[in-house]
């Protein structure tokens, strides 16, 4: 599962009318056969798809492997998609599924690929203070953490994973996860939960307290 | 060190830096070129095929759904229709026994017509016992559809002492 990022040619941005259109007029759309309607919701949504994708299975080629599948599956699987939910929660549940039965498959050979740490992270109070004092350099000292993190994260089961990601990571509510995991809010509360514990045990010598 | 179980400050503090991972410079601008790209090589939006647009048709609201089901019970209903009277022109035999059949085929009324209506068979007859041992010889054809061998039916009453 490999795909080379750099070789592709960057595509033209979508027509600024589509812009300015809702995610109901994009599908209509996009039903129809307009793919410049489909290319306006993948460029709304990528970003989101790809860094649930990446938390998940802490490698990138993986991630914008199965980001790409999901929006493929997505476009084919339009006819089906009947607006009972938004097209973004409907686009996160076909990602998500897709991902959770990739990792079950690769379960014994797990190997991190972890993106670089962009200019911010070595700027952010929070983060340096939780670097601990025997790191003389700050980089190595976030390298690290990065690497014992996505390690840690990699221990928690698929769906506490998920719940991480999503509410921790990535900022969703609740109401919105358990709508991605059909699931009721008290499931995704005792999850997190849950998973949150497992986490501060794993990462126990990393963390400090406040 | 030590971390309460319930306060996970640290916790989401130390998690805010995954949001700090992001993929190669310009990916996001190749990413949906590369997903249409794709799609077009696939051919886009395949044609549905018959089963697809029948599940589909299944699927759509229920007064859709209800209209097509009083559709195709409306065309079997005419066929069968069709049919029958069809069977009475090509017999003018069976058209006579079953002049209810013959008349209209169609009509609800026609069937329903009253008993005084139909043809009197002797197995009907109260003097025409013995027809009733050969129902064969005694009439030409059944007159009711939920008594066709002419069966006698004699209720039995009882009455205590």
Redesign the interface.
């Known amino acids: 599962m490999s ?1 080379s ?2 070789e ?4 033209p941005p979508a027509p600024p009318v589509l812009a300015t259109l809702d995610d109901r007029a994009l599908v209509r759309r996009a039903k129809s ?1 307009d ?1 410049a309607a ?2 306006e919701l ?2 709304r949504y ?2 989101r798809i ?1 860094a649930t994708l ?2 998940m299975t802490a490698n ?1 080629e993986d ?2 492997d199965l ?2 599948e999901a ?2 599956k997505a ?2 699987s ?3 998609f ?1 607006g009972d939910s938004t097209f973004f929660t409907w686009l996160y549940r076909i990602a998500v599924n897709r991902t959770i039965n990739f990792l079950k498959q690769r379960k014994h050979k797990t190997h991190l690929s ?5 200019f ?2 070595e700027h ?1 109070p ?2 340096v ?2 670097i601990s004092d025997k790191t003389p350099r700050r980089e190595a000292g ?1 390298a690290e ?2 690497e014992k ?2 390690a840690a994260m990699l221990q928690l089961s698929e769906t506490h994973r998920l719940v ?2 999503l509410h ?2 990535q900022g969703l509510s609740h109401e919105e996860i358990s709508r991605i995991m059909d699931c009721n809010v008290g499931t995704v509360r005792s999850r997190l939960f849950y998973a ?2 497992q ?2 045990c794993l ?8 | ?3 309460s ?1 319930d ?18 410079p ?15 090589a ?1 051919g ?3 044609a ?1 095929t018959w089963w ?1 647009r029948w599940w ?1 048709a299944l ?1 759509s609201p229920p007064v859709l759904a209800l209209s097509y089901g009083a559709v195709i019970v409306g065309l079997v209903m005419l066929g069968t229709g069709l049919l029958q009277s069809l069977e009475l022109e090509a017999d003018p035999a069976l058209a006579a026994s079953q002049p209810w059949l013959a008349r209209d085929s169609f009509s609800v009324a026609a069937v329903a017509a009253p008993i005084a209506e139909l043809p009197r068979s002797p197995s009907l007859d109260p003097t025409g016992l013995a027809s009733s041992f050969n129902p064969v010889l005694g009439s030409s054809a059944p007159p009711f559809l939920f008594n066709p061998n002419g069966l006698r039916v004699q209720r039995v009453s009882y009455q205590p002492r």
Do not use: C, W
Request: proline share 6%.
């Open positions: 795909t990022v750099l592709q040619p960057t595509a056969g793919l489909y290319d993948v460029r990528q970003e790809y990446y938390h990138h991630a914008n980001a790409q929006f493929i476009y084919h339009l006819r089906s009947k972890l993106n670089d740490l962009d911010n992270a952010d929070d983060l203070a939780l976030l953490l990065q993190l996505n991480v990601a921790d990571v949150r514990q986490l501060q990462l126990s010598d990393y963390l400090k307290s406040p | 060190m030590s971390q179980p306060n996970f400050d640290a916790l989401q503090k130390l998690l805010a830096l995954k949001r700090h991972e992001p993929p190669p310009g990916y996001f601008n190749r990413f949906a070129g590369r997903v249409i790209a794709q799609l077009e696939d886009a939006m395949r549905p697809q589909e699927n």
